[in-house]
């Protein structure tokens, strides 16, 4: 049983910004929302995470909603290299349990010329 | 820093045969994770270490995976004997204990064929 959905493929121009949903009606009040994607051949790499404010790092932006029941994670300027399966997942932060991640089927950001 | 390393990157063997993955975390972090992932279940977690000491092996599917951590600095994840269905590329991760960026870090996994 997911506890996230995604759209299965996304298309995005370079250079503009990609807005990636994500569903996870059942999140718990203790967890947090999670993105990594991963790019063929490779390991998931980490994006950025949230509990319930919006985030900023470097590579990306997490809004929530304030229900907390659906994110959009936000590449502001996608490249070539952005191309990748995005995965929203939802998990405890920190102490021992984190780290049991579980990653459904993603999607699929295509970033065309 | 090298980050997570693993090995073989590719490993094809016979239904049968033992395989042995091997797995060296960044230095200084805690906790360490094997993950396997197939197209049909998507990534699943095996099982993860605090401090070299297995803490959840609830997704260990069966008798025939077992999984080592003798020191800090190295782990392995065994099938014996090997089936088809072990397939999947399975990957090592790990992160720090004292401090919490929400990041694991992933190595580049290890692809298994059995034939």
């Known amino acids: 049983d997911a506890k996230t959905t995604q759209p299965p493929s996304m298309d995005c121009a370079e250079g503009r910004a990609a807005n990636l949903p994500c569903n996870h009606s059942t999140i718990s009040g203790n967890e947090y929302v999670y993105w990594y994607r991963q790019i063929h051949s490779q390991g998931p790499q980490y994006i950025i995470h949230?509990?319930?404010n919006n985030e900023t790092n470097e590579m990306a932006s997490l809004i929530i909603t304030e229900d907390r029941k659906s994110s959009t994670m936000i590449l502001p300027h996608a490249t070539l290299r952005d191309t990748a399966v995005y995965y929203c997942?939802?998990?405890?932060?920190?102490?021992?349990?984190?780290?049991?991640?579980?990653f459904g089927q993603g999607t699929i950001l295509t970033v065309h010329p | 820093d090298a980050g997570v390393i693993q090995s073989p990157r590719h490993e094809v063997t016979e239904m049968g045969q033992e395989v042995t993955l091997r797995c060296k975390p960044i230095s200084g972090h805690d906790y360490l994770f094997w993950y396997r992932q197939t197209m049909m279940r998507g990534l699943e977690l095996l099982i993860y270490?605090?401090?070299?000491?297995?803490?959840?092996d609830s997704g260990m599917p069966e008798d025939r995976f077992s999984a080592k951590m003798p020191n800090a600095s190295f782990s392995t994840l065994k099938i014996q004997p090997s089936e088809p269905r072990d397939s999947a590329v399975y990957f090592c991760?790990?992160?720090?204990?004292?401090?919490?960026?929400?990041?694991?870090?992933f190595g580049e996994g290890s692809r298994l064929t059995v034939l």
């Open positions: 997942t939802v998990a405890n932060a920190g102490g021992t349990s984190y780290g049991k991640l579980t």
């Open positions: 991760a790990s992160r720090p204990g004292t401090e919490n960026t929400g990041e694991l870090f």
């Open positions: 270490f605090n401090n070299n000491v297995p803490i959840d």
């Open positions: 949230g509990l319930k």
